[in-house]
């Protein structure tokens, strides 16, 4: 009866500690926003949205211009700014790790 009882406490022990990892695993959610991103202004760059940009300046156009321009700008800024920096940290962050691994093998 108790090695049973043994038996059922580590499986409810592993069971919660399965349940209190994260399901996401951020190298990954950060590679997918940045390839969204990147996707996103090119889908945009490729539909001919650059054209209507020249509404923030004040040029003549529609709202459905101005919101295009709006999306394909903020669509630029992400994926010329924020698209390499996420991919240099995760460079960065796979060379500390494999630094870490390289120093813990005996």
């Known amino acids: 009866m108790t090695a049973r009882l043994c038996r059922v406490m580590a499986a409810q022990t592993d069971a919660e500690a399965a349940a209190k990892r994260p399901r996401v695993r951020p190298r990954r959610a950060i590679l997918v926003l940045a390839a969204v991103a990147a996707g996103g202004f090119a889908v945009l760059h490729l539909a001919g949205a650059r054209a209507t940009v020249g509404v923030l300046s004040g040029s003549p156009g529609s709202d459905a ?7 394909y700008a ?5 994926t010329v700014i924020a698209v ?3 991919l240099l940290a995760l460079g960065l962050d796979a060379a500390w790790q494999a630094l870490l691994r390289c120093l813990r093998r005996p």
């Open 65 to 71: 211009a101005l919101a295009i321009g709006l999306l």
């Open 74 to 78: 903020a669509a630029w800024f992400a």
């Open 84 to 86: 390499p920096i996420a």
